[in-house]
T-cell receptor, first 115, second 111 residues
Framework: NAGVMQNPRHLVRRRGQEARLRCSPM?????VYWYRQLPEEGLKFMVY????????ESGMPKERFSAEFPKEGPSILRIQQVVRGDSAAYFC?????????????FGPGTRLTVL | GENVEQHPSTLSVQEGDSAVIKCTYS??????FPWYKQELGKRPQLIID?????GEKKDQRIAVTLNKTAKHFSLHITETQPEDSAVYFC??????????FGKGTTLSVSS
């Protein structure tokens, strides 16, 4: 009974490079959420996806950030031309999406460091 | 949109004492209120949640209460133990959408 999987767990990038973060939801879950946690701060919602659809991207910065959840494979959060301010822990969570309540389970996170 | 306020930001108690963390929310459409515990460098773990059609829920030493009229909910931990030391986050979710989190409470339990 694998939980939410994320990889890589740690990612180091230089300014201007691209970062790709992957998230595989729990078995049977079709909804994926991405959250960002800056050092010693709370979790901020970024984007909510279902298979092949972005449902809510109201928390996503308008530039450089994009997300997808293809029919096959993991959800991917992509950050282009990273800057030092992108350094954070990025968590994804999944939920079954079978009712109007929204029990979400989190993955271990990807800790992005931008040099 | 939804806004969640959480207090206190830090809480220190002696082992065996009770701890209470309070949150308020702004969106009356919110119907799901989970609490997460996060240890240093780890993922947030769901410890208890409450739905809007329930006023109180208990699981061993942990309980959560919800007052929909006042738009606030609270986490109660009884008989605290050193392993309860962590950061606790409350959250609110309107109708199956994203979780909006409070800023967290750092709980320290000293033996």
């Amino acid at each position: 009974n694998a939980g939410v999987m994320q990889n890589p767990r740690h990612l180091v990038r230089r300014r201007g490079q691209e970062a790709r973060l992957r998230c595989s939801p729990m078995k049977g879950h079709s909804h994926v959420y991405w959250y960002r946690q800056l050092p010693e701060e709370g979790l901020k919602f970024m984007v909510y996806l279902q298979k092949e659809n972005i449902i809510d991207e109201s928390g996503m910065p308008k530039e450089r950030f994009s997300a997808e959840f293809p029919k096959e494979g993991p959800s991917i959060l992509r950050i282009q031309q990273v800057v030092r301010g992108d350094s954070a822990a990025y968590f994804c969570a999944s939920s079954p999406g079978t009712d109007s309540y929204n029990e979400q389970f989190f993955g271990p996170g990807t800790r992005l460091t931008v040099l | 949109g939804e806004n969640v306020e959480q207090h206190p930001s830090t809480l220190s108690v002696q082992e065996g004492d009770s701890a209470v963390i309070k949150c308020t929310y702004s969106d009356s459409a919110s119907n799901y209120f989970p609490w997460y515990k996060q240890e240093l460098g780890k993922r947030p773990q769901l410890i208890i949640d409450i739905r809007s059609n329930v006023g109180e829920k208990k699981d061993q030493r942990i309980a959560v209460t919800l007052n929909k009229t006042a738009k606030h909910f609270s986490l109660h931990i009884t008989e605290t133990q050193p392993e309860d030391s962590a950061v606790y986050f409350c959250a609110a979710s309107p109708m199956g959408t994203a979780l909006i989190f409070g800023k967290g409470t750092t709980l320290s339990v000293s033996s």
